[in-house]
């Protein structure tokens, strides 16, 4: 039994580590989002087309993440089921 809980505790742990960085990341891309947002908006060669294109960018990297975190969650349910 202390061996599953020290095993328990050191995936809780890991998901705790994975969900700060996690969290910490999607900080760092808004915040990039931003700051290009307003780049391309003070920039007097900015066109539509490339605003868009640099939307389209920030919205496949938000799905691509979106998409990491479930399936690093569901990993960590799977795991968290062989405790119970």
């Known amino acids: 039994m202390l061996q599953q ?3 328990k505790k050191m ?3 890991n998901k705790m580590v994975f969900d700060n960085s996690y969290n910490v990341m999607t900080m760092f891309q808004d915040q990039a989002e931003k700051m290009t947002n307003m780049l391309m908006d003070q920039n007097p060669l900015g066109n539509a087309d490339n605003k868009k ?3 389209d960018w920030c919205e496949t990297c938000k799905k691509g993440q979106e998409n990491i975190k479930k399936t690093i969650d569901q990993g960590f349910q799977t795991i968290e ?3 119970v």
Do not use: A, R
């Open 5 to 7: 809980d020290y095993l």
């Open 11 to 13: 995936v809780n742990f």
């Open 53 to 55: 294109l640099v939307n």
């Open 81 to 83: 089921g062989y405790f």
